[in-house]
Structures are given as C-alpha cells and as structure tokens.
C-alpha cells in the first residue's frame, strides 16, 4: 500500500486537517499533516515516524500520538488523533479504509 489520506472536519470550530499516512522502508509510518488549527500544528512538530504494532495495541496513556495530543490540543474531545490512528492503522496494513462518523440522534 502507498499510504493513506484522511481528511478531519473537527465539527463546531470548524478547523480541516489533512492527515497523510505512508509506511516507510523501515516498516514505520511517517506522518505529515496539514491543518487550519493551530494546535494541530503545534501537535505535528512532535511527529517522528510510529511504529504501528505498538502504536494500535497502545492504550491511550501509552500512545505516541496521544501523548502529543495531550500535550498540544486544548479539547479532549477532537477527533484529530483517532484519526491519525486510523491513519496509522490503514498505512501499515494493519486496519480496513473504512469511514468513522460521530453522529448527534435526534431524540
């Protein structure tokens, strides 16, 4: 596989983030991502290239990508690192392309 493309709308602010995904020759998966959020971007200066295997079986605590996120991002609720392990996940062959929704049910 080439990689992965992921695109994020992150709902009332607003802000669009391009995650690209591609597994290098060491078997790790570079990242580079584009945003209009400024803690995103903030976020993808920590990146360095993740090991999939121990970064999909991570709990959250122990996750690159989610220790950069808490560091970084003022909102627990952005959907902007679930997405970067998606992308991770799609990458490495290790996960289907399938999309993810967050949907509000009327009651």
Same mark, same amino acid.
Request: hydrophobic share 40%; glycine share 4%.
């Given at each position: /596989? $080439?990689?992965?493309?992921?695109? @994020? $709308?992150?709902?009332?602010? +607003? /802000? =669009?983030?391009?995650?690209?995904?591609?597994?290098? $020759? #060491?078997? /790790?998966?570079?990242?580079?991502? #584009?945003?209009?959020? !400024?803690? @995103?971007? %903030?976020?993808?200066?920590?990146? +360095? !290239?993740?090991? !999939?295997?121990? #970064?999909?079986?991570?709990?959250? =605590?122990?996750?690159? @990508?989610?220790?950069?996120?808490?560091?970084?991002? !003022?909102?627990?609720?952005?959907?902007?690192?679930?997405?970067?392990?998606?992308?991770?996940?799609?990458?490495?062959?290790?996960? @289907? =392309? %399938? $999309?993810?929704?967050?949907?509000?049910?009327? #009651?």
């Amino acid at each position: /596989m $080439d990689g992965c493309v992921v695109d @994020v $709308d992150a709902g009332v602010c +607003k /802000m =669009r983030t391009r995650i690209t995904a591609k597994q290098n $020759d #060491e078997a /790790m998966v570079d990242l580079d991502v #584009e945003s209009d959020c !400024p803690y @995103v971007l %903030r976020m993808s200066w920590k990146f +360095k !290239p993740v090991n !999939p295997y121990t #970064e999909i079986e991570a709990s959250m =605590r122990e996750s690159d @990508v989610y220790g950069w996120a808490s560091e970084e991002l !003022p909102h627990a609720a952005c959907p902007v690192p679930c997405a970067i392990i998606k992308a991770v996940e799609v990458a490495s062959d290790m996960g @289907v =392309r %399938r $999309d993810v929704a967050i949907r509000f049910a009327d #009651e």
